[in-house]
């Protein structure tokens, strides 16, 4: 199992030569139950990344992939899903090549924190949409990511806010 020293090293060798060239939404759904009028809303976050094939040789392209489900922890229902991915794409400097390893550590954490701020706009939105009280998701951080490791589990976004020692959100505040 990889630390996640170790992790950060792999994808710093990467992020020192690459740079992001764009951002883009690649797919969004979401869904809402009507039937519920939620009164105690816990999110729950699954991230996820994949490398996608460059349209040339010195493209990293990455698909970030981030589901959000928001249950109502009174009735143990399902209020809303919002599941959304983004290309993120990186140009490779000078014909360096990065190792499997430096690629995927690369994807886990720096391509999923660039596309962070693009997820916390759109879920917002779509939330608001649904005639769901506002919220903001939190920033999360690099080192967040990489203690997720290769295989992470869903995180609550009370999770991410504990550890960057931020008041918990609640979704039903207005």
Wanted: aromatic share 6%; charged share 25%; net charge negative.
């Amino acid at each position: 199992m990889t630390s996640n020293k170790d992790l950060l090293n792999k994808a710093q060798s990467v992020a020192v030569n690459v740079s992001l060239m764009r951002i883009h939404l690649w797919e969004a759904k979401c869904s809402r139950d009507v039937s519920v009028k939620p009164t105690a809303v816990e999110v729950a976050v699954e991230i996820g990344t994949e490398l996608l094939k460059g349209e040339t040789e010195n493209l990293l392209p990455f698909g970030c992939k981030f589901t959000l489900v928001g249950t109502d922890k009174n009735v143990q229902k399902q209020v809303f899903e919002i599941i959304v991915s983004f290309c993120v794409v990186y140009e490779i400097k000078d014909k360096y090549k990065p190792t499997d390893d430096e690629t995927k550590a690369f994807g886990l954490t720096n391509a999923i924190f660039n596309a962070w701020p693009y997820v916390r706009e759109m879920v917002q939105n779509l939330i608001v949409r649904m005639d769901l009280p506002a919220f903001v998701l939190p920033t999360i951080t690099i080192g967040q990511l990489a203690k997720m490791g290769e295989s992470p589990e869903p995180l609550s976004v009370q999770d991410i806010c504990e550890s960057t020692r931020k008041s918990k959100p609640d979704i039903n505040q207005g």
